[in-house]
């Protein structure tokens, strides 16, 4: 499913609108995007937590050369799904 078949499916099951459900979504995600900007997290009960992860510094390699790099520390984005999101898809 991409975006365009869940805006398709939110506007049917909703009652709604393409347009308002597109925007919907759009606040969600620009919702989400903003919260971990900040570093708080965001649950939604049932459905799981979008929060933020450090990953340490480490060191690498240059697959080409062989040669070895640092890599620097950095956050990313992390998902961890919710008991009924688990439950539902087993």
Do not use: C, H, Y
């Not at 869940?6 to 099951?13: F, G, Q």
């Not at 340490?56 to 050369?65: D, E, I, L, S």
């Amino acid at each position: 499913m991409n975006r365009a078949d869940l805006v398709a499916k939110i506007a049917k099951d909703a009652g709604i609108t393409k347009k308002a459900a597109e925007k919907a979504i759009g606040s969600f995600i620009e919702g989400v995007k903003d919260a971990l900007s900040r570093g708080e997290n965001v649950t939604l009960v049932g459905f799981g937590t979008f929060s933020v992860a450090e990953r340490a510094a480490r060191k690498g390699r240059n697959p080409q050369t062989g040669a070895e790099i640092q890599i620097p520390a950095s956050k990313t984005p992390k998902f961890k799904a919710g008991r009924d999101l688990r439950e539902a898809v087993k």
